[in-house]
């Protein structure tokens, strides 16, 4: 495609790479190679992009810069590229799991780095897609899971759980084991927020459970929770233990 000065395709493969790495969800630091040509190729990018097109290489290009260049000048300009196409005019030509998923990475951003942004506006234009048939199981699982992480954050601890507990449900109705350790880590992170220190250690025995230790961010969010966990209950060295191993 470089050869052929395809700008476009070539924007489609990093975006299709950049999704390879967030859904492996193991290792980011190659993300780093695809922001440069993010960077490279959009400045000042395809004289025109369909809205398909667009929300893909927009996206991806956000998670990319959320994961690894998070003070990156340029995320809040990228974030909002996201935010405008999801508005588009043309919005239902986009598969409604391309743009579910676009949207949980937004979300993500407004959890993050924008926290006064405009979240419940985003939530209230996503969740009638996810009645729409062509939604997979998948899709709503991971929308719910940034969903959750919303509410923990404004402080709505019992909508949190509430999520998680619906969606382990829904998620093992339909054979979807590796979002367990999502959805635990999500109720650890509420119960902790929210002071309960018995529902958050039996919470983090559930995720400890389903940890896969070939799976190094799985192992680094279970001794994150664990130090959160230790601290609630007073066992400060285990916590700074628990904290140290998670870096």
Avoid at 16 to 42: G, K, N, S, T
Avoid at 169 to 175: D, F, K, T
């Amino acid at each position: 495609f470089a050869a052929q000065n395809d700008v476009r395709r070539e924007l489609l493969t990093a975006a299709a790479a950049v999704e390879c790495h967030y859904f492996e969800w193991a290792d980011f630091a190659p993300m780093d190679f695809w922001i440069a040509v993010y960077e490279r190729l959009l400045d000042p990018g395809p004289a025109y992009l369909s809205t398909i097109d667009a929300l893909r290489i927009r996206s991806t290009h956000l998670i990319a810069l959320l994961f690894r260049q998070p003070d990156h000048p340029r995320i809040a300009e990228t974030a909002a590229s996201v935010e405008m196409l999801l508005g588009a005019a043309d919005i239902d030509t986009v598969a409604v799991n391309e743009r579910i998923n676009a949207a949980s990475i937004l979300l993500n951003y407004f959890n993050w780095k924008a926290k006064d942004g405009n979240a419940e506006g985003l939530i209230a234009r996503v969740e009638p897609w996810l009645d729409a048939p062509q939604t997979t199981a998948p899709t709503r699982v991971w929308w719910h899971v940034h969903r959750a992480f919303h509410e923990q954050i404004r402080g709505r601890y019992a909508r949190t759980r509430k999520i998680m507990e619906d969606v382990e449900v829904y998620a093992s109705e339909h054979g979807l084991d590796w979002a367990r350790v999502e959805i635990h880590h999500a109720t650890v992170t509420s119960l902790v927020s929210s002071g309960d220190a018995a529902g958050a250690a039996a919470a983090f025995e559930k995720l400890r459970a389903v940890v896969t230790p070939s799976r190094r961010m799985d192992v680094a969010y279970m001794h994150y929770q664990e130090a959160g966990v230790r601290l609630l209950q007073h066992r400060y060295q285990e916590a700074a233990d628990a904290a140290a191993r998670a870096v």
